[in-house]
C-alpha cells in the first residue's frame, strides 16, 4: 500500500502539487474572506448582546447544513466550479470567527477600557491599541478553527468540479482496486489541516506570553 501511494504521488507529483495548492487556496480565501466580514462584525456586536445572539443563531443555522447540500444550493446562485466551494467556506467560517471575536472582545477587562478612556483615547484608538491586541489569540483561535474545518469542506468541491484534493479521492473511489489513490489524496488533506492547526496554535501560544 505505502508503495503504491509513494509511485502514485512520483507518477502524478505535477498533478498533485496542483491540486494541493487549490485546495489550500479555495480553503484560505474562503476563511479570508469570512475573516474581513466577522471580524469587525464581532466588535461591533461585543457592544450589543441581543443582536449578537440573532446573528449567531442564524450563523448557527448555516453551520447545521451539511457540506454536500449547501454546495448544491450554491450552485444555483454561483454555478459550479472553486468560487461555490469559496463561499460555501466563507459561510462556514462566520460562526468560529465571529464568536470567538465577540468572546475576546466582551473579555477585555472595563477598568483597562476606562484607563484608555481617561488617557484621552478615541473610540477608534480603544479598539486597535487596547481591545484588538488583548482579544487577537482568541479570534486567531476562531480563524484557526475554521480553516482546519474549511480544508475537510474543500475536500467535497470535487463534486461540483472544483478541483483539489477531492478529485484525487474520487478518482480512488471510482476504480476498482484504488484504495491506494484514495489515501494518496486523504494524506495531504489530513496533513495539511494538521499543519494549519499546529503552526496557527504555536502563533496563539506565542501570543499569550
Do not use: C
Not at 80 to 92: E, K, Q, R
Not at 169 to 188: K, T
Request: glycine letters at 8%.
Amino acid at each position: 500500500m505505502i508503495r503504491e501511494i509513494i509511485n502514485y504521488y512520483v507518477t502524478n507529483s505535477a498533478y498533485v502539487w496542483d491540486q494541493v495548492l487549490r485546495h489550500f487556496l479555495m480553503s484560505f480565501y474562503g476563511v479570508l474572506f469570512a475573516v474581513i466580514l466577522s471580524v469587525p462584525l464581532g466588535f461591533y456586536l461585543a457592544r450589543k448582546d441581543k443582536l449578537a445572539n440573532v446573528v449567531l443563531k442564524f450563523a448557527n443555522i448555516i453551520q447545521t447544513i451539511p457540506a454536500l447540500a449547501l454546495l448544491s444550493l450554491l450552485i444555483v446562485v454561483v454555478g459550479l466550479g472553486p468560487n461555490t466551494v469559496v463561499v460555501a467556506v466563507f459561510l462556514y467560517s462566520i460562526l468560529p470567527i465571529l464568536k470567538n471575536t465577540i468572546t475576546g472582545v466582551q473579555n477585555v477587562s472595563y477598568e483597562i477600557k476606562d484607563v484608555a478612556k481617561g488617557m484621552g483615547m478615541t473610540p477608534l484608538q480603544i479598539i486597535f491599541r487596547v481591545e484588538l491586541p488583548l482579544a487577537f489569540s482568541v479570534v486567531l483561535g476562531g480563524i484557526r478553527n475554521a480553516l482546519v474545518v474549511a480544508i475537510g469542506v474543500t475536500a467535497v468541491g470535487t463534486f461540483i468540479g472544483a478541483g483539489g484534493l477531492g478529485d484525487i479521492i474520487s478518482r480512488g473511489l471510482n476504480v476498482s482496486d484504488g484504495s491506494s489513490i484514495v489515501w494518496a489524496g486523504a494524506l495531504p488533506t489530513a496533513l495539511m489541516a494538521v499543519l494549519v492547526d499546529i503552526i496557527l496554535t504555536q502563533v496563539e501560544k506565542r501570543l499569550v506570553k
